[in-house]
C-alpha cells in the first residue's frame, strides 16, 4: 500500500512509473535552472548595458584612461562565458524535462548530469575570474589615478580626473561577477542535492 502511495504523484494523483527520487531530480533541476536562468539574464543585462556604454565612451572619448582597455576586454570575456553559464542553465532545466518521462531509455545518465553541472560550475569560475581580474585591474587603474592629485588641489590635466567611463567599467565587470555567482551557486546547490 506504501509503495502504491509512493508511486502517485501529488498533484495529479495519477500513477506514475517514474521513480520518486528521479522526480525529485527533475523538479530541482527544472527549478534551479528557471530560477538561474531569468537570475543571470537579469543581472547580465544590466552587465551589458554598462559594457556598452564603457565600450562606447572608450570609443568616443579624448581623455581615456591609459590601460583601461585590458580591463574592458576581460568584462567583455566575462560575459560571452556568462553566455555559456545562461545555456548550463536552460539545458539544466531541458534534463529536468527529459526525467518526468515514462521511458527510462530517455532519461539522461546520474553520471552524465553531474558530469555537466561539473562544466557548469567551471564556465561559471572562469566567468567569474575573468571579470575579478577586470575589476581589480580597472579599480587599481582608478586608484592610482585618484592618489595621483594631491588632496586639496585642483586638477588641470583632464587624464588625471576618474571619469564615467572608468566607473562603468568597474560595475560592468561587477555585474558580470554577480551573474556568474549566481550561476556558481545554483551549479554547487545542483551538484550538492543530486550527488547524493
Known amino acids: 500500500m506504501s509503495r502504491d502511495r509512493d508511486m502517485r504523484e501529488p498533484e495529479s494523483g495519477l500513477v506514475s512509473s517514474v521513480p520518486q527520487a528521479v522526480l525529485r531530480a527533475s523538479a530541482k533541476l527544472t527549478t534551479i535552472g528557471y530560477l538561474g536562468f531569468w537570475i543571470q539574464i537579469v543581472v547580465g543585462a544590466f552587465a551589458i548595458v554598462t559594457f556598452l556604454f564603457a565600450s562606447l565612451g572608450l570609443s568616443f572619448g579624448q581623455d581615456r584612461t591609459r590601460g583601461i582597455e585590458g580591463g574592458i ?3 567583455f570575456i566575462s560575459l560571452i562565458l556568462l553566455g555559456v553559464a545562461i545555456y ?5 532545466r531541458q534534463i529536468g524535462n527529459q ?8 532519461h539522461p545518465r546520474k553520471a552524465d548530469i553531474l558530469k555537466f553541472i561539473r562544466w557548469g560550475i567551471i564556465v561559471n569560475l572562469a566567468g567569474m575570474g575573468m571579470a575579478i581580474i577586470g575589476a581589480a585591474a580597472i579599480g587599481g587603474i582608478v586608484l592610482a589615478k585618484s592618489l595621483s592629485i594631491a588632496q586639496g588641489t585642483l586638477a588641470t590635466n583632464p587624464k588625471q580626473l576618474v571619469t564615467s567611463i572608468d ?7 561587477t555585474n558580470t561577477i554577480i551573474a556568474h555567482f549566481t550561476g556558481l551557486v545554483s551549479s554547487l546547490w545542483l551538484l550538492d542535492r543530486l550527488d547524493k
Open 99 to 106: 526525467l518526468q518521462k515514462v521511458e527510462a531509455a530517455s
Open 88 to 92: 548550463f542553465s536552460i539545458r539544466y
Open 73 to 75: 576586454l576581460s568584462a
Open 167 to 173: 566607473l562603468l567599467a568597474v560595475q560592468a565587470n
